[in-house]
């Protein structure tokens, strides 16, 4: 059986070799129960899960498939059953008096596909009269599926790279990272005569910033418009050559990997005696960051995502915006994971507003607006684009072709993409995906921040990436 | 028949209720002691109580639950209502436990009890049926989903004939007997069953937020327990 065939994702080969599956998935279980926080969650959910049908609906993949099997309910209670069976009294016990479920290989096949076909956006749990998370039994199911390897390749690679190769998921050396700041720096400066600098490795700063990794080979404007913020603003902020990458995959498949990768982003502002974490335009970046709290060590340093950073100085008075706003329509994106549990709906709300003219709100929004449907690290994989774009991205689409909207702004690197995706497979041609820094870039009022030009080679564009791609090829 | 009555109404019914309350009580003991026990390991030791009480009265009282399935969420709640307001503030109810315990309280007028007592038995049945209507709801309803509204509407349907002897074929004694002793069985099944969200309702929120606030090392010590600390990514 080839890697591709096994499930609807890739997976590694050695996720083929893994034998007694089923002893494993259950030692894994055991362990997990017994020194993390989801047993009694379990044995609520267990205990009161009702089967009344409410949440179905509320999912956009069952709304587009009527599958069965994505029915939020029906998918946890894949794994509830394991607990019931095996780690409840009531189970164990009838068990020995009836011939009862067994866990199997074929189960865990099941699992392997019914996990990832949820993004753990966890809108259904808005609608459960209980409150069942179907997001943390979707976390927890891929969790105790890792430890027996199933993980989509696309994941495991780039966790690989960013804790044991380079440092960083896009794998781009320290050194590249420099010369692209460079490069940025000068297409600001270029753009708008803006002096505007990537602080590397400054000591004390107030901000260790954090970005998606990725940006910096996709996202330009918005680390542009990053740096733009920080410089009207007189932020006092660095990023770290130790480690600047804000993704962490392990919120997608292992508490492991979350917790190695949250102490990583603590120990770099530490080794930079900085004060706050600063994350960039990403909504899985910044939710893994709230953990720094939970694995940083008493004195944790606290998180600011750079939406509210902007907002605060907004408010402040102290982000000078020009006069012209913004004149196409725009709409916002609530990426799930900073909007869902209403962390930030109402920040990037208040800075459009200020910027644009024409912004209108999809329905459903704010906590409960739909996934973009590349959500819970599905967007990385691109064999299952299809997917994606299809199921899981049709209400999205739908929404955005309701608004009428030329700019979707999603600030979130993984939302980006799959939006983009989303646009292209379903006849939204004209919608132009952008990160919320890249409108604040053109916005801004730079009067009194500007600096003669110095001679620079015009056409920075191009060469804008120059350094991180040969980087990554070498 | 007439001992039997007795026994149902008097024994076997403080057995049947005292364990209901117990089993309850040792199931809100759990949990709270649960929430207490992951708090006191958590790394990140906030909760954000305001809003979780919020969701938690959204859905005590969910007057704005109204999105979709129209009919099937208010025959829920009507379900609800009636069968929670009808056992509590019955007149002939609250007369037996003014007689054995010495409280009374206020009481509904027949009228509205009637009106209510038709409702829970009317809803109970439409729950049965809504279930077996939606594709979803029918996919994941199991046997207790439908027998536990049925065996909930029999106290209401018994005591209802019980109270109109001109509408009840049979004797009164033997409806009273299926009247006290169905609603006995549902008092020991309760703390057992997911009717226990009666009262465990307003903790689930709770858990579920709690759920996510994991020990600062829970990664280590589960990497540890499967002797994966040396093992690469
Ligand atoms: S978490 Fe999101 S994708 Fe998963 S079942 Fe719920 S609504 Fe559907
Ligand atoms: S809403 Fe809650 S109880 Fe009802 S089917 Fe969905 S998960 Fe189960």
Redesign the pocket.
């Known amino acids: 059986m080839s890697t591709r065939d096994k499930y609807a994702y890739y997976i590694e080969e050695r996720t083929l070799n893994v034998t007694e599956r089923p002893r494993r998935f259950l030692e894994a279980f055991a362990a997990v129960l017994n020194s993390s926080s989801y047993g009694p969650a379990l044995d609520t959910?267990t205990r009161?899960?009702?089967?009344?049908?409410?949440?179905?609906v509320?999912c956009q993949l069952y709304d587009v498939t009527r599958d069965p099997q994505d029915?939020?309910?029906?998918r946890?209670?894949m794994l509830l059953k394991v607990y019931r069976r095996y780690f409840t009294r009531a189970g164990l016990f009838k068990a020995r008096l009836f011939d009862d479920f067994t866990l199997t290989d074929e189960y865990l096949d099941q699992m392997a596909d019914a996990y990832y076909r949820c993004t753990a956006c966890r809108r259904?749990?808005l609608?459960?009269?209980?409150?069942?998370d179907?997001g943390l039994i979707t976390h927890l199911g891929r969790y105790l599926l890792a430890e027996i390897e199933v993980i989509p390749k696309a994941l495991v690679v780039a966790t690989r790279e960013q804790l044991e190769g380079v440092g960083n998921t896009s794998a781009i050396p320290a050194a590249a990272l420099t010369d692209t700041c460079e490069f940025l720096e000068e297409e600001l400066m270029d753009m708008y005569n803006l002096p505007a600098k990537y602080p590397i490795d400054v000591e004390d700063a107030e901000y260790v910033f954090f970005p998606a990794v990725s940006d910096f080979l996709l996202e330009a404007n918005t680390l542009m418009g990053n740096a733009a913020v920080m410089h009207v603003t007189g932020g006092s902020w660095t990023i770290g050559t130790g480690n600047f990458d804000g993704i962490n995959y392990g919120l997608f498949y292992s508490d492991r990997m979350l917790e190695r990768i949250v102490k990583n982003i603590a120990g770099e502002v530490r080794r930079l005696k900085g004060k706050k974490v600063l994350v960039g335009e990403c909504g899985h970046a910044t939710r893994s960051a709230w953990f720094v709290p939970t694995f940083g060590g008493p004195d944790a340093p606290e998180v600011v995502n750079c939406m509210q950073y902007a907002y605060q100085q907004l408010k402040a008075g102290k982000l000078p915006l020009k006069d012209e706003k913004i004149t196409e329509r725009v709409t916002y994106h609530d990426p799930c994971n900073i909007a869902r549990n209403g962390r930030i709906t109402e920040e990037p709300r208040e800075l459009l507003k200020a910027i644009c003219s024409d912004f209108v709100e999809m329905t459903p929004n704010r906590t409960e607006n739909y996934c973009c449907g590349g959500g819970g690290g599905t967007v990385s994989i691109d064999e299952i684009r299809e997917f994606r774009t299809g199921p899981l991205g049709k209400r999205k689409a739908d929404q955005i072709r309701a608004t009428g909207a030329k700019y979707v702004v999603a600030p979130c690197a993984n939302c980006k993409k799959q939006l983009r995706e989303v646009c292209e497979d379903n006849d939204l041609p004209d919608v132009e995906v952008v990160g919320l820094h890249d409108l604040l870039l053109r916005v801004i009022d730079y009067t009194g921040f500007t600096e003669e030009k110095a001679e620079t080679d015009t056409d920075a564009a191009e060469d804008l990436l120059k350094p991180v791609k040969e980087g990554v090829e070498a | 028949m007439e001992t039997a009555l007795q026994w149902a109404r008097g024994p076997i019914f403080w057995t049947a209720f005292a364990f209901m309350i117990l089993g309850l009580l040792r199931l809100v003991v759990i949990t709270v002691l649960d929430i207490r026990h992951i708090m006191r390991d958590a790394g990140d030791k906030s909760l954000p109580v305001g809003q979780l009480i919020r969701t938690t009265l959204s859905w005590l009282f969910p007057v704005r639950r109204f999105t979709h399935r129209i009919t099937y969420s208010l025959t829920t709640i009507i379900f609800h209502v009636s069968i929670i307001i009808v056992p509590i503030f019955l007149g002939s109810h609250v007369m037996l436990w003014e007689r054995s315990i010495g409280l009374s309280w206020p009481t509904l007028s027949t009228t509205v009890a009637d009106v209510l007592t038709i409702l829970a038995v009317v809803t109970a049945l439409a729950i049965v049926v809504q279930r077996t209507i939606f594709a979803?709801?029918r996919r994941?309803s199991r046997f207790q989903d439908y027998a536990i509204p049925l065996l909930i509407a029999v106290p209401f349907a018994s005591g209802f004939v019980a109270m109109h002897p001109t509408m009840n074929p049979f004797p009164y004694e033997a409806t009273m007997l299926v009247h006290v002793m169905s609603a006995n069985i549902l008092f020991i099944l309760i703390p057992f069953s997911k009717i226990s969200h009666c009262l465990l309702l307003p903790f689930t929120q709770f858990v579920s937020e709690a759920a996510w606030r994991f020990p600062s090392d829970c990664g280590t010590q589960v990497a540890v327990a499967l002797g994966k600390e040396k093992q690469p990514v």
């Open positions: 959910y009161l899960t009702t089967h009344c049908g409410r949440c179905a509320s029915i939020p309910c029906e946890s209670e259904c749990k609608t459960c009269p209980i409150g069942i179907h | 979803d709801a994941l």
